[in-house]
Antibody
Framework: QVQLVESGGGVVKPGGSLRLSCAASGFPFSDYYMTWIRQPPGKGLEWIGYISGSASSMYVADSLRGRFTISRDNAKNSLSLQMNSLTAEDTAVYYC????????WGQGTLVTVSP | DIQMTQSPSSLSASVGDKVTITCQATQDISHSLNWFQQRPGKAPKLLIYDASTLETGVPSRFSGSGSGTDFTFSISSLQPDDVATYYCQQYDSLPYTFGQGTKLEIK
């Protein structure tokens, strides 16, 4: 069955960087767009961006572009989110999801930006 | 960016009640709308896509309707298991934006 498992979360200092990963299984990974979404504690969902199956197309929301980059390694069935210049406002649970339609989600990984 | 506004922000209803949540987009999104359920401490779950199509395995008491800018999500007979926050999300235009959520509780 479809499984998405995020990893790489943790505590990082303001101004720091973090790279999140999402391990996918149970479906032909390279056939699907993959999406990142985040959710600050106690708040709503924010769509971060997505990447096409071939990685030829990638889109990140304007508010995050320049700091966040999405990439994938189809040989390893792995999706990544590189996050730079982190601030307290980036504290959130980060989810990966399959396709633009978000039919399958991982369990999320918590990123805390704190001195 | 397209803004999605849900109403109400929170809702309390009794078991067996019909519950309705609305979602309004700031521009025409045709039928490009998802509805998600998020139980406390869990990842969101897709319930409805294309505004009115039930995801496989989702109980038939859930339904969605609407097109253009105005959409409705309903639960025909509220069950205790339905306690959750519900989100709409448009996927017509990038970035694909979410509503602010509707927290549903049992009275």
């Amino acid at each position: 069955q479809v499984q998405l498992v995020e990893s790489g979360g943790g505590v990082v200092k303001p101004g720091g960087s973090l790279r999140l990963s999402c391990a996918a299984s149970g479906f032909p990974f390279s056939d699907y767009y993959m999406t990142w979404i985040r959710q600050p504690p106690g708040k709503g969902l924010e769509w971060i961006g997505y990447i096409s199956g071939s990685a030829s197309s990638m889109y990140v929301a304007d508010s995050l572009r320049g700091r966040f980059t999405i990439s994938r390694d189809n040989a390893k069935n792995s999706l990544s989110l590189q996050m730079n210049s982190l601030t307290a406002e980036d504290t959130a649970v980060y989810y990966c999801a399959r396709d633009a339609g978000l039919g399958y989600w991982g369990q999320g990984t918590l990123v805390t930006v704190s001195p | 960016d397209i803004q999605m506004t849900q109403s109400p922000s929170s809702l309390s209803a009794s078991v067996g009640d019909k519950v309705t949540i609305t979602c309004q987009a700031t521009q025409d999104i045709s039928h490009s709308l998802n509805w998600f359920q998020q139980r406390p401490g869990k990842a969101p779950k897709l319930l409805i896509y294309d505004a009115s199509t039930l995801e496989t395995g989702v109980p038939s008491r859930f339904s969605g309707s609407g097109s253009g800018t105005d959409f409705t999500f309903s639960i025909s007979s509220l069950q205790p298991d339905d306690v959750a926050t519900y989100y709409c999300q448009q996927y017509d235009s990038l970035p694909y934006t979410f509503g602010q959520g509707t927290k549903l509780e049992i009275k």
